[in-house]
């Protein structure tokens, strides 16, 4: 009797778990894709999304950042404004691109900044860029560095420092499918995606294998996601961009992309 009434409460215990997972818990055992927190159901007017933060310091180029929920052409999406300033959406993470490799993203960018060159530090400015931090081999890590890490650096960016980056951008005068080093990190390597002004204005749809794009860069595995940024930057250029995004997603692979 006594065991039969263990097994019904561990039974009970089992199914309220089930109701209190995230849902990207939920979306994950199902085979779904995780919701990153930008598609129409997380809307919530003028608030920033939910589940991320916006970095904003006393002093700095995130002092004057600017993100909220709004709607644009009818539809619910994130803006991202930035004059002179460093908008930085950021999100902390824990994703296997070996079970979830596909990215897929909405974006619309309203200007690109004119006069820059975006190979130079002085022009290290973009409308929008999603910005992928990967955890770091700490073995590999100087005891000096650990120890950096462990008094300022991870608490002040925000996630594991010394870990691999990538970046997809719209680039305002490189082509599509460009490949540049970070100017201020040059072992670290961004891709452009959409560049020029030609689809300014519109509503644009990506879908990308984030584990092959990696391993194209680096010639090697991904470790872990860790973190991963949105932003809007013009503190380089003191110009101003607008830009929108919604619906970020990743998925398991349905075969090659």
């Known amino acids: 009797m006594l065991n039969s009434r263990r097994q019904r409460m561990v039974a009970l215990f089992f199914l309220l778990g089930l109701f209190v997972l995230s849902p990207e818990l939920h979306?994950?055992?199902?085979?779904?894709?995780?919701?990153?927190?930008?598609?129409?159901?997380?809307?919530?007017?003028?608030?920033?999304?939910?589940?991320?933060?916006l970095r904003k310091r006393l002093f700095g180029p995130t002092k004057k950042a600017q993100a909220r929920w709004t709607v644009n052409d009818g539809q619910p999406a994130v803006m991202l404004h930035s004059k002179g300033a460093l908008t930085f959406l950021e999100k902390q993470v824990d994703i296997d691109l070996r079970e979830y490799p596909i990215v897929s993203w909405r974006w619309k960018v309203n200007n690109i900044l004119e006069g820059i060159d975006e190979k130079t530090s002085a022009g290290d400015d973009h409308?929008?860029?999603?910005?992928?931090?990967?955890?770091?081999?700490?073995?590999?890590?100087?005891?000096?560095?650990?120890?950096?890490?462990?008094?300022?650096?991870?608490?002040?960016?925000?996630?594991?420092?010394?870990?691999?980056?990538?970046?997809?951008?719209?680039?305002?005068?490189?082509?599509?499918?460009?490949?540049?080093?970070?100017?201020?990190?040059?072992?670290?390597?961004l891709m452009v995606v959409e560049g020029g002004q030609e689809k300014l204005g519109r509503w644009l749809s990506y879908r990308r294998n984030l584990r092959e794009d990696f391993k194209r860069l680096y010639g090697e595995e991904p470790r872990q996601l860790i973190f991963i940024g949105i932003l809007n930057d013009t503190d380089a250029s003191d110009l101003e961009a607008v830009s929108y995004i919604a619906d970020l997603f990743f998925h398991r692979s349905t075969g090659p992309e």
Do not use: C, N
């Not at 085979?31 to 930008?38: E, P």
């Not at 996630?159 to 201020?184: F, K, N, Q, V």
């Open 27 to 53: 979306a994950a055992e199902a085979g779904q894709a995780l919701d990153l927190g930008l598609s129409a159901e997380k809307f919530q007017d003028g608030k920033i999304p939910a589940g991320w933060t």
């Open 127 to 189: 409308p929008i860029r999603i910005f992928f931090v990967f955890e770091p081999d700490a073995s590999k890590q100087t005891f000096w560095f650990r120890l950096k890490r462990f008094l300022y650096l991870d608490s002040f960016h925000g996630h594991a420092m010394g870990g691999r980056i990538t970046e997809y951008l719209w680039s305002s005068h490189l082509p599509a499918g460009e490949i540049l080093p970070d100017p201020g990190k040059p072992w670290q390597k």
